[in-house]
């Protein structure tokens, strides 16, 4: 491993010039602690993969967590809707059997009525009616979602508002209400208030890059003086920490 840039320039660059595909963060993960909820997702979803027939993983990424999911089912099928992670995914799942789709903003699932027997959408929005209509009877459904109060902190540094999303996720409880009138039996929830801690500002900025959507626009050079006076918080307290908000929901179609 190359020893850490050390200068505030240094770190910059070396963040710019790192490659970031799919859902992959793995460039960084000596440098930034991210905090575990009491629930395994992979564990659970792996327990429905195992039980099913027919599977769709919406917002698939670069389909890496799908892949570590296998052996999938013979029918087993992904969305994303982020352009540059469509073809990772594609490359990755294609030797596994799952066919990826795009999808739109309207959250339009390119499957018909009833042709799947499990949902898993691992942060990605989703309109819980198109779940409803994708799942055959008692298909079930498994979510977990990044709450309105993801990384809180580090908006207010850059002066944003938290973004408007498809999905109430103010709490597991609002977005259980969406899940269960779109007629699915939420049959388990949970919310989890955690950390992300950055222990260098090449690795906020690298996490910045990886999700444009939590400041719109970034760049180093435009936020750069913010980034100045992260980067001198971190040299005095030893991390910059914001908020990482999980919520875990499992439904079961029952009509």
Avoid at 72 to 100: D, H, I, K, M, Q
Avoid at 132 to 159: D, M, P
Wanted: glycine residues 8%; contains cysteine.
């Amino acid at each position: 491993m190359n020893p850490l840039p050390s200068s505030f320039d240094q770190l910059l660059e070396e963040a710019e010039s790192l490659p970031f595909s799919g859902w992959d963060f793995s460039a960084i993960e000596d440098r930034w602690r991210v905090g575990h909820p009491p629930w395994d997702y992979r564990t659970i979803a792996k327990e429905k993969v195992a039980h099913a027939s027919g599977l769709l993983d919406l917002g698939t990424g670069g389909g890496e967590f799908l892949a570590s999911l296998a052996p999938l089912p013979a029918r087993s099928f992904a969305t994303e809707g982020y352009p540059p992670n469509l073809e990772v995914a594609r490359r990755r799942l294609a030797p596994l059997g799952v066919r990826v789709d795009p999808i739109g903003k309207d959250n339009r699932i390119p499957l018909p009525d009833r042709s799947v027997d499990l949902v898993l959408s691992r942060h990605e929005e989703f309109d819980p009616n198109e779940v409803h209509r994708v799942l055959s009877a008692q298909g079930k459904f498994v979510t977990q979602q990044v709450g309105g109060r993801n990384c809180e902190e580090l908006r207010e540094r850059f002066g944003l508002q938290a973004s408007k999303s498809t999905n109430d996720t103010s709490s597991v409880a609002a977005l259980s209400g969406e899940v269960s009138g779109a007629g699915l039996r939420v049959e388990r929830r949970e919310e989890a208030i955690l950390a992300y801690e950055f222990l260098d500002v090449g690795a906020l900025v690298y996490f910045l890059r990886a999700v444009p959507w939590e400041v719109p626009g970034f760049s180093t050079s435009r936020h750069r003086a913010m980034l100045e006076r992260i980067h001198g918080e971190i040299a005095s307290r030893g991390s910059f920490r914001t908020t990482h908000h999980l919520m875990l929901v499992l439904a079961k179609r029952t009509r």
